[in-house]
């Protein structure tokens, strides 16, 4: 038996991995690059800071599956994995090789994705998914669906412990879209990726619908169904983007987020803060932007909003004040009156258990008439569907900071982070309104009889009309009865609200996710 010398075994070596770093032809890679997407090594190394890539699993290999010497089976089987950092912080990250085998998930390569994913569980920092890939490695048939599924076994299992990030950034079909959708955040890039259950072919075969793969499954109509979180134009912007919202979160669920710089002038009333007092109309059936709002409360440009095309009546995003990360729920008035719907609930509801699993605070600005009346909105469960932002709002753990801008209506009012619901700090503005409803309906149910009497009597109604509405606004649409039962801890001015929110979120530093446990109480014995 030879051996090989040491300087041969170093070439050897060396040679591998070489072969490692270019395992795809050169005509893939140029194809890749043609269609406007990075290959998989150059996403992970914008996406890290400089140099901080160390790769596991480089040499691994799909295990040969015929006698042939020449058989495909290149290292590192089309999947990139490994550790680095953002920002000088941990995170664990797979990117699929679409220039090997179209990217497509086999065996070895699929345990790859699984051992990374381990090691972010076994070191508390978050992973990232690049997504890339044609599913299941046909040829290995079942080897790659059984390793694959054990892929989401880990999605799950990691769930709510470590934050999970996928960019789709080619194809995502089949049932290799459910992995993302298992994960926290979904990113796409518009135009050269595409996620759904059935490809077009398929779809005509069964449906008889001609389609494309932008319609079923682009970007765009990712984005307006909820299936991702943001659509970004290129794969730079999608990593940057990632960068981003990394910045909002901690690397597990017992670590906090990174805390930037407290603001020295917090308390201060400056001219940003003084717009504030124009934005909103006192009259309850005007439109404004509530992220006109957002802007001028929290950390300048720190407003980092997901699900924009999405149920657009709610507005999600995470923000920073007074340097804390903060998620935000706001009920957008420019949008059919930032009326509750059963999708407007529901991506509310998931964005604040999010935060809740990162220990990332609510601050919550509410303006909302109450529930989409119709059948539309019945017919589509809004009743079990609205429920989960009640429930998510009761349950959460994480300091909760709830504005009242204008109306809170109803049933809307209660599902917006209420006192009565174990929400921390409630702050209202002077032109608050907390009903049960708005003056007219309340007025039509309340006197219509009556009403009705002056019509056939031939009297003034609308005076008599005019005259109720003014009494129940007086009684009811005001902040204070609700400020006099300790249902609203402060009525504040508009200008104030930076300032009191930050000392909300003060006031509520270090709270406790469950009741400490005691041995007993301690009786004055
Ligand atoms: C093996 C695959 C592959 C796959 C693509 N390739 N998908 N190889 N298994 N699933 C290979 C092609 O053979 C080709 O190899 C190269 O990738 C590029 O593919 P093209 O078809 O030439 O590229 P394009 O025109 O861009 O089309 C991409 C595509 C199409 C839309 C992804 O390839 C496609 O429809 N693939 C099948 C998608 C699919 O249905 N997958 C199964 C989903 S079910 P060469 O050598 O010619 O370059 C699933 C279950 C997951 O994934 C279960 C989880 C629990």
Known sequence: MSYLSMSDAIADLRDRREQSLRPGSERSIAKQHARGKMTARERVELLLDEGSFMEVGQLRRAIARTDDPNERRPFGDGVITGRGTIEGRPVCVFSQDYTVFGGSVGEVYAQKMVAIMELAAKTGCPIIGLADSGGARIQEGILALSNYAKVGVLNVNLSGVVPQISVIMGTCAGGAVYSPALTDFTFMVNGTSHMFVTGPEVVQEVTGQATTMEELGG??????????????????????????????????????????????????????????????????NKAYDVVEVIERVVDEDSFFQLHERWAKTIVIGFARIDGRSVGIIANQPSHNAGVMTYDSTEKAARFLRTCDAYNVPIVTFADVPGYMPGLEQERGGVIRRGAKLFYAYIEAKVPTVTVYLRKAYGGAFATMGCKQGDNDVNLAWPQGEIAVMGAPAAVKILHGQQLMKIIQEGGDVKAEYDRLIEEYKAEHLTPYPAAEHGWVDRVIAPHETRREIARGLRLMDGRRKDAPLRAHGNIPL
């Open 219 to 284: 970007a765009s109509v990712n984005a307006e169904v909820g299936n991702c979180h943001l659509v970004e134009e290129d794969d730079a912007s999608a990593l940057a983007a990632v960068r981003e919202l990394f910045s909002y979160l901690p690397l597990n669920n017992v670590d906090e987020p990174p805390r930037h710089a407290p603001d020295p002038y917090i308390d201060e009333i400056d001219d940003r803060a003084l717009e504030l007092d124009q934005i909103v109309p006192t009259e309850a």
